[in-house]
């Protein structure tokens, strides 16, 4: 589910099903650069792709900026998501350098198709860790 089309009266319904948050990460450097904007819609194609692939258990959140001295925001980001219930966070994107703490899908922007199945395939894997 993306969170832009859930309607309020709907999440109460809905949020007994979804466990986890599935969060695009673009750096805060390539917000302004052409290969940023190629990078988001890369990144954010294989969330949306994860996503429908395994629907019903994923909320898509908005895509997010960081930078390497945001890493601890993101760990606040994933403790305040799951004291909201959520029973995992996940964080997808380009850079492979976020804090090891925290479950990344790395996408290789320098590709030009992916396969969803390794991503769906990590994603269930760390499900059952």
């Known amino acids: 589910m993306k969170l832009k089309e859930i309607k309020k009266e709907e999440w109460g319904e809905l949020a007994h099903y979804v466990d986890t948050v599935l969060v695009p990460l673009l750096p805060l450097y390539s917000v302004t650069d052409i290969v940023g904007i190629d990078h988001l819609n890369k990144i954010e194609q294989v969330a949306v792709t994860l996503e429908e692939g395994l629907r019903g258990r994923i909320l898509l959140w908005p895509t997010c900026t960081y930078s390497e001295a945001s890493e601890t925001a993101l760990l606040q980001m994933e403790n305040e998501w ?3 219930g959520f029973k995992y966070v996940c964080f997808i994107g380009s850079q492979s350098t ?17 396969d969803i199945s390794l991503f769906i395939q990590q994603m269930i894997t760390w499900w059952h860790k």
């Not at 804090?99 to 198709?113: A, E, G, N, P, Y």
């Open 82 to 84: 799951k004291q909201k």
């Open 98 to 114: 976020i804090h090891d703490q925290l479950c990344f899908l790395h996408v290789d922007v320098t590709q030009d198709s992916f």
